[in-house]
């Protein structure tokens, strides 16, 4: 705007004859031909005086453009924290309470064993989940003395629960899972009318 008006004041200066002469005030966004009592013209950014007859004026009509408004960043939504399961039950099949788990991320279906000492897994399960032989010992089964290894289950799951470094025995001629006292111990486990049912005691 201050450009434009100091534009205008130059051209008004050249054009500045003998009876013709031009001012422009840089302050002022209206530019004023004014003519005084000697009847000269003058151009300014100030209102013509009393004694000067206004005889045009320009004004900057540009609208201006609002402040554009900061965005504001919604903050994402939150889920509802999600219940932890306390228990889950089982139905007696075949003579046998079983569910379903994993170890190191491999599925498997556990036999529930409240006889079996410790989590036992079948040699060819504990190959696919990466089990490491730690301690070889003898142990005494139905079918005589077999070489077993003692191994840690990284992370494994049953029915709704997931707990981690789990003491198991690898054992080479098992053909189903068993889910031992070694885990059992620190959950409820009742029984009544062929229904097991397991809970979580913390």
């Known amino acids: 705007m201050k450009t434009l008006i100091a534009f205008v004041s130059a051209v008004a200066m050249m054009l500045c004859q003998n009876s ?3 001012a422009a005030d840089e302050g002022g966004s209206t530019l004023y031909r004014c003519k005084n009592e000697a009847g000269k013209f003058t151009f300014q950014g100030k ?3 009393d004694n000067a007859t206004t005889l045009s004026s320009w ?4 609208p201006k453009k609002p402040p554009a408004l900061p965005k504001i960043q919604q903050p994402p939504p939150q889920q509802a924290p999600q219940p932890t399961p306390t228990s889950f039950s089982m139905r007696l099949t075949n003579g046998a309470y079983l569910t379903q788990g994993s170890a190191n991320s491999v599925p498997l279906v556990f036999h529930v064993d409240t006889g079996a000492t410790y989590v036992s897994i079948p040699q060819e399960i504990a190959d696919k ?9 003898r142990s005494d089964t139905a079918n005589g003395m077999i ?4 191994s840690v289950i990284n992370k494994m799951t049953f029915g709704v629960f997931s ?3 789990v003491t198991a025995m690898i054992m080479p001629n098992l053909k189903q899972p068993l889910l031992g006292m070694n885990v059992l111990a620190g959950f409820h486990v009742e029984q009544s009318d062929g229904l097991m049912k397991i809970t979580n005691t913390h």
Do not use: R, Y
Not at 59 to 62: A, G, L, V
Not at 129 to 137: D, F, L, N, T
Not at 147 to 150: D, F, I, L, Q, Y
């Open 129 to 137: 989940a990466g089990m490491k032989c730690m301690k070889q010992s």
């Open 20 to 22: 013709f002469c031009a």
């Open 59 to 62: 004004k900057d009509d540009t």
């Open 47 to 49: 209102p013509c005086p």
């Open 163 to 165: 707990i981690q470094n």
């Open 147 to 150: 070489t077993v290894c003692e």
